[in-house]
């Protein structure tokens, strides 16, 4: 009994021991060798075309900016493009001072119609050798003004350029119009502190024909220039400038004014010995 039973346990043993010496395909990566983990294609002696390798994002250097010199900025392209041709968009403001104009023309028959009480028959000029001058002056309030003067022909050009002189040297003046606007009445004109010239009427406190009816005779700021005669002031008014203050529109021996109306020949009634006219230019010394 015995030794019938051993010959199927040896046999059964050895066939479990020829089944225990191969490796199952499931077995744990401990038992035996070790499966390759990797994919068919990399275990190819290259790389394949189908399989590029991606390039890493790191290796790319990254774009350098400009240099600022080398590069306009838009502050110096607004600059460039506003200089010189971008108009400007401040509005401009008109100066008070618009400048110098003179004009120079005949009596013409309206003219000649207001001047019926400045010109009439039997004056020592008929009314073609006189001129009617508009002149910018330079007013007290500091700004420019446009008045007007008659004067003999012989004189025209020689006025304006006096009164652009005054102009340039800022000498003020209250007003000028022609005497005629007052009635042809001197004394109302020199009361009004009016600069005039044309006026045919007699001497001042005497007889004959005044140098004014020439048109070579010029009243300047009667006001602050007075005629002086003994106790007698005209205007009225000019009597608080009798002892010649240093203020505007005052006429002194040697000024701007006396020089300029010298250089073209008008001498100054200031520096006569009596009477005596601070207002009073004329060519004729009278």
Known sequence: MPRRCAVPLLTGLLI????????????????????????????????????????????????????????????????????????????????????????????????AVRMGSSWHDGCPVPLADLRHLTLTYRGFDGAD???????????????????????????????????????????ASMTANNTSAFNCRPVTGGGGFSEHSYGTAIDVNPVQNPYLSGSTVLPAAGRAYLDRPDEPGVIHDGDAVVAAFAAYGFSWGGDWSGPIDYQHFSVTGR
């Open 16 to 111: 479990v021991l020829a089944g225990c010496s191969s490796t199952p395909a499931d077995g744990p990566a401990g038992s035996g060798s070790v499966p390759d983990s990797r994919p068919p294609s990399a275990a190819l002696s290259g790389p394949t075309s189908a399989s590029p390798t991606p390039a890493s994002p790191t290796t790319a250097a990254p774009t350098t900016p400009a240099s600022p010199a080398a590069t306009e900025s838009p502050t110096s392209r607004t600059a460039t493009a506003t200089t010189g041709t971008t108009p400007s968009t401040t509005p401009s403001t008109t100066p008070t001072d618009t400048g110098f104009s003179a004009t120079v023309d005949t009596i013409d028959a309206a003219l």
């Open 145 to 187: 003004h446009a008045g007007e003067l008659v004067v003999a022909s012989s004189v025209a050009d020689e006025v304006v350029a006096i009164f652009r002189q005054l102009y340039q040297d800022g000498y003020p003046i209250e007003s000028m119009r022609l005497v005629d606007d007052f009635g042809g009445d001197d004394d």
